[in-house]
């Protein structure tokens, strides 16, 4: 049998379960049956809904807000059907589990169990398909979209100042960039909290952040948040690894559609993944009117950008003392599309590179990092207000 559609709830838990966790002990993935068979074990009934999705093949299970940390994480490793297997909060009271598939596989049937211990079990049982049939019941766009809205986040800081948003790049089952034990979506969160502590403790700025926790946001998301708050700027904060060539220090980022270098390019796609890697069907861009609008608005919202981008590059340039220098560069990122908002993103360092890596995790050089990202901003608004009394005269 195979099921369209793909949507199951559990009988009698239509409203999510609250402290929900996995239990390890009878969570697993095995080969049998001429497929494999995912078994997630629970302390408690949680509503879920299974769906697969095309480019690139993957299995997404969405649970009631469940504790995940008991997840066994290498259980994907000996199974040659799975490429790839992660998982995290999706948004807030929602967590998700996603399967890469290596080749194409339907759902055949999901079940409710019982382990020997008893606890609640949902049996996922896969089955080849061919790439036609699988595409065919892959969901279609809109489901699985993300909610939306669902995201509050609060403006912090003394009414009538200039408010930054801060975006802690990635989060949820987006880990971002992984090198070793460290993992891109903790270090960037990590300071950009310590960078709103500063702003908030100098006085001068108000801060909102589009996430405080290891939660996914969408893109999209991020800059609505910061258009929602009335933000003056946007900085997004990252820390990535790059293969192609050798990349350390810091880099500052502003959007340009047609980057020429590569290494902005190859990192922009790196950052664009995020939305896929989570899973989320990332529904159009709006019609031509819209493209036409947005371009304008990005246009005069370029200078501002570019200028941005220059003041914030110039302050960390001052900070490095050692031959590493902080870069500019701009390229296609969708994270700094805010038609109206003056935005960046910050690499920080480069995980691959082991002094950056070294910082990245050293609180003392976050503390001087933030102090130095408050003295371009600090420096930034005062280039624009000189601009605005220019061309006032
Ligand atoms: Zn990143």
Redesign the pocket.
Known sequence: MILWGSVFFTAGASLPALGAGIVADSTAIMREKGGITLTIGLSEPVAFQVFTLDNPRRLLVDLGETDLAAMPSGMAEDIPEVSDFRYGLFQPGESRIVLDLARPMLLETAQNGRSPEGNPLIRLHLTPATADEFAAKAAPPGRGVWRGGATEAKVEGAAGLPIIALDA??GGLDQ??RQGEAV?KDI?LQMALVLRDTLLEDGRFRVVMTRQEDVFIPLGERVEIARRAGADAFISL???VVTLGRARGTTVFSLSEASKDQQAVTIAT??NR?DLVAGISVVGEGDDLTQILLQMAYRETDAFSSRFGDVLAEALWFQNDSEIKSRRMAAGFRVLRAPDIPSVLV?LGFMSDKADLENLLDPEWQQGMSETLLGGLLRWFEVEAEMRGLLRN
């Open positions: 790049g990635h971002g960039a891109e960037v990252h820390a990535d790196l950052e995020s690499e």
